[in-house]
Each structure stands twice: as C-alpha cells, then as structure tokens.
C-alpha cells in the first residue's frame, strides 16, 4: 500500500507536465494549422498568425512551475495529496490547452478575412487562458500545504 | 483522437468568407476551389461527390425522370454518414419540391397521382393531400411559402429566387451550427458557395436585361434616327 501512495505520488508530480505538455502540442497543432491555411489566403500578417497560434503553449509552462512546487520527498503520507492536485492540474491545462487551440484557430480563421477584428477575436482564447491560470495559481497556493 | 475531430482546421481556414448578396464577384473562383478541395480525404470526397450529385444542379443527370431521381436521392440519402449532412440535404430537397409543387400548380397541372414518385422528404403526401390549399397546409412548417406564392403569381423571378436562395442559406446555416472545421463545414462551404455562385449569376444576368430595357427606353429606335438623318 504504502509503495503505492509514493507510485501515486510520482505520477502527480509528473501529470502537470505531461499532460499540459499533449495539450499544448494538440492545441498548437489546431492553431497551427489554422494559420498555414490562412497564409494560403492572404499576402501579409504571416508572423501574426503563428503568433496566435503558440498561444496555447503557455499551459505546458505553467506544467512545469506546477511540477517544481510539487516536488519533493515523496512519502506514503503526501502522495495522495501530490496525486490529486497534480493529476487534476494536469488535467485541466490539458484540456484548456486543446479548446484554446480551438479558439485560436476560430480566431485565425475570422480575422485573415476581416483583420480589423484580429484583437476581439482572441478573446474567447484569453478567456480560456484565464481558466488556466485559476489551476494554476491555486495548485501552487495547495502545493505548499502539503507535508514533505 | 481530438485532431481526428477537426481534420479540415487547415482547409477551412484556407478559404474566404462568402456572403449570399452584395457581392459582385465570388471571393474564390471554381479553379482555385477545386484545387483547395485536393485536401479532402479520398472517402470524404467520394461522398462530397455523391451529396452534389443530387443537390447541385450542374452534377444532376438530366437524363433522369422524376422516379429515377427520387429513388437515387433516398439511396444517397441514407448513404450519407453523418446525420447533420443527411439531414441538411433532406431539408434542401424538401424545399426544392415544396417549390416544384408551387410551380405544378401555378403551370395548372393537377394533383400528382398517389403513389408516384414526384418529390422527396417527409411532407409529399401532406403536400398532395393539400394541393389546392394556397400554402399545402404547410405554413407552419415553412412559413415563407405564402410569400414564394405571391411572387411566383405576380411573375416576380427575381424575388422568388432571392427568397429561395435565401431560405436555403438559412437552412444551411441553422444546420452548420456547432461544425467549424470538419466534413460538415467543408460540404455547407461549398453549399453556400454554390448559393452565392447562382445569385451573382443570376444578378448579373438580370442586370444585363436590365441594361437592355434601359437602353431601349433611351435610345430612339433605329427607324427614327434614319428619319431624322
């Protein structure tokens, strides 16, 4: 049992990480190609496109903050704790990281025909990004409640 | 998984936005559509394929009779995988023979014969069983029908045609909802660009006759000129 709190609380430490870091390669990959196809389009804006498109890389930055106040001695008595927060913070910038790609490629997609509307149309992404940042910021004030 | 959700984010993205009227000119012409459209997976594109071979006009085999079509739309139909595309190409054909029955009526054919194949959709038979009701009894579930009638008897074409273009427009777009970068969006782009083909066509050659009536008006004819030379 006690091998299996610290297994548990290994994969915790790790899942911010990983799993932001799918998120993040689904999302810009989304986003991506979203851009490449509004380059077939227009003659100019090119940096601004893939600009947008690296949006949804942010989430496996905060991953690996996430991972670091994590880290520590793991022990039979913090490995519960390190797998909730861990796995659940994983999980949801996996996910925003995915629908940011989304938004991003909406986004793209509107503003290559209208560009004036460029700046209003990034802000369902910002929203979304803003949701990251809750699980982020609060895994970080939960992660130094844990004993280790 | 995800990414197999969206496969066409970068086809989409790759295509100009079209609006129904107003424009003069379309924002893609057919070549570069076509050469777009080379992204389609091979068993998308046989489906797209099999989807215009009974919507658009262009791709429908006039050779056909009436029971031939019908019965090749319904096995098209049902062939049709996703339930969003089914559905929206069900609806357009019903509105198609919702204003082939308008037209029957209005040339002074009678009744069609119960039985035969002379339209699709769910609404055949309430339609003939109301043929000479103005509406068919089908006001509430297309409510424009009274309207389409009007101009249809007043002789306005060009009316009636921007109202059933702008109908199916609609109809697309109510359909479209939710699909941004799949299959569906790709087949209701190109349904809309289709719409917006047919428009600018059929304004240009309104205009031209337009133009022709204006310049007759205008112009003296040409057995007047010769008198006053």
């Known amino acids: 049992m ?57 989430t496996v930055i905060y991953g690996i903050v996430v991972m670091f106040s994590l880290q520590r001695t793991i022990t039979p008595e913090n490995g519960a704790g390190l797998f909730g927060i861990g796995i659940l913070t994983g999980l949801a910038l996996a996910y925003t990281s995915v629908w940011q790609g989304k938004a991003c490629a909406s986004a793209i997609a509107a503003s290559k025909s209208k560009p004036e509307i460029f700046g209003l149309s990034l802000a369902p992404a910002a929203i979304v990004e803003g949701f990251a940042v809750f699980t982020f910021v609060f895994a970080l004030v939960l992660a130094g409640n844990i004993k280790g | ?150 101009q249809l008897e007043s002789g306005d074409s060009a009316g009636l045609e921007r109202l059933i273009l702008d109908v199916t427009w609609r109809a697309a777009g109510r359909h479209e909802f939710g699909h941004e970068f799949d299959f569906e969006a790709v087949v209701f782009y190109l349904m809309r660009w289709q719409l917006a083909d047919r428009w600018a066509r059929y304004d240009a050659d309104a205009a031209a006759v337009r133009f022709a009536q204006l310049l007759d008006v205008a112009l003296p004819p040409a057995a007047s000129i010769q008198e006053a030379a």
Do not use: C
């Open chain 1, 2 to 58: 006690n091998e299996l709190m610290v297994i548990l609380g290994w994969l915790g430490v790790f899942a911010p990480v990983g799993l932001g870091a799918i998120g993040s390669a689904i999302g810009v990959t989304i986003a991506g190609q979203a851009a490449i196809g509004a380059m077939l389009e227009t003659d100019s804006g090119y940096g601004r496109f893939v600009g947008v498109a690296a949006i949804p890389s942010s």
């Open chain 2, 1 to 150: 998984m995800i990414l197999h959700t969206e496969p066409y984010v970068m086809l989409m993205a790759s295509l100009p936005s079209i609006r129904l009227l107003g424009e003069k000119a379309l924002p893609i012409n057919p070549a570069r559509l076509t050469e777009r459209m080379k992204m389609l997976e091979p068993a998308d594109r046989d489906e797209l394929f099999a989807i215009a071979s009974i919507l658009s006009w262009n791709r429908i085999d006039t050779g056909d009779d009436d029971a031939a079509y019908v019965a090749r739309a319904e096995r098209i139909l049902a062939s049709i995988r996703s339930d969003t595309l089914r559905e929206a190409a069900l609806e357009r054909l019903e509105i198609r023979t919702l204003i082939a029955a308008l037209r029957r009526r209005h040339a002074g054919e009678n009744t069609p014969v119960s039985g035969t194949a002379w339209g699709i959709g769910r609404h055949v038979e309430t339609i003939r069983r109301n043929w000479t009701q103005p509406d068919f009894g089908m006001a509430r579930s297309f409510p424009w029908i009274a309207q389409a009638r009007e």
